[in-house]
């Protein structure tokens, strides 16, 4: 007969083996990692980040059923050092790619920087990428040379052709490192890489999974497929989102049809921030919309920017069971920072070279405080800006939503910028002149970090 007195130790020791059986936080059954990576997506361009017209339904869910973040950055607000940064966790100018690569240019990311897909198959996951990868278009460097075992989308950017670019090289669909289409049809780029995301995930259970899925909208120029033209109260940029939208719940139905939704983390966020401020080379023929409507909603600036509309993007995670379902965290925290949290997350080798990235997982399951204190606004090879957790300084040209990186000549006045991020995320009110010391503190650190990493500042 059972002794009563052991009952309590037996159902204890019951429910222990009951919760190690699930998939969880460090025992053996890493998680899938699905990394959805949009292209130019503003911080205002979804219904949950409050769109008026433009319907994401499956995006709205997954904030529902997840995190939704509204201080979250990118480590730049252009296309190449932001991805540079979130595939070595370091700030661009540290892993070599300060600035966009172009269809000509030679090399890419170094050779001796591990990328995430890198870290994660030397623990035995399977990695594909699809979509824009502009991190190399060279034998080398390629996805498939950098750690990706499969690999479907273009090099680089979908406006790399003539009449916006000046290039000989013509814009491929690539299969692994081979060209598959010569004129590539970008009406069917987005449903192509999702179909692809959904074959991989079908067929690749044996071990845990890494899929970068990278889609090439809403870059300009915009394309979406005949099932979505026309179909957006938001116009043609809002039938793009929508379109990503679709496949955002079409990724979802997959794992959960599969059974893998409890053990995948699945992440959605955007390389910088809306291309509002085009050259006058994206004016010069149809399909480009001359309206693009790409929105950092109520955020100053636009893609390459140091105001936040460049850097501050939409960042939603779900992972059932882990991340507790409706939270918005306006805690501070990047995308070097979910390269640093997926290396914990799935017993990653650490890093070779040191991380500017920190664990931010018990933000996420635990809504605990953003480990991280500070966060630097790189322009290219300048240190344009510094936030700590309440304070931005900023040195820089005004560089108004209207003015692009491309089109800044160097010559336009510098200014110094205070803005209380806390009260002031808008950048509304410049404040340097009541609080010198705050401006002092943050020159200084500017100046500090400036030296480390071989910045320029323009002060
Ligand atoms: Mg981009």
Known sequence: MLNNKLLPFILLFASISLIHAQPAIG???PPNIVLIFIDDLGYGDLGCYGHPTIRTPHLDQMAREGIKLTSFYVAASVCTPSRAALMTGRYPLKAGLPGNLGPDSEG???QDERTLAEALKEVGYRTAAYGKWHLGAVPGYMPTDRGFDEYLGLLYSNDMMPPWVNTERPLQLYRNDQPIEQEVDQTTLTQQYTDAAIGFIQSNQQKPFFIYLAHSMPHLPIYASSDFQGRSAGGDYGDVIEEIDSSVGQIAEVLEAEGLAENTLTIFTS?????????????????????????????????????????????LLRWPGQIPAAQVSPEMCTSMDLHATILNLTGAKSAPKTLDGVDILPLLTQQAESPRDDFYYFSGEYLDAVRDNRWKLRIAAKAD?????ETITGDEPIITELFDLRNDPFEQFNLGQHYPEHVSRLLMKMRQFAEEVGAKLRE
């Not at 050259?279 to 919309?289: A, K, L, Q």
Request: net charge negative.
């Open 271 to 315: 390389d910088n921030g809306p291309w509002r401020n085009m050259p006058e080379r994206m004016y010069t023929t149809d399909p480009v919309e001359q309206w693009h409507g790409g929105s950092t909603g109520p955020l100053a600036g636009a893609k390459g920017t140091s105001y936040e509309g460049g850097f501050r993007v939409p960042a």
């Open 401 to 405: 939503d209207w003015i692009s990186h």
């Open 108 to 110: 890419g990311l170094p």
């Open 27 to 29: 025992d053996n059954t």
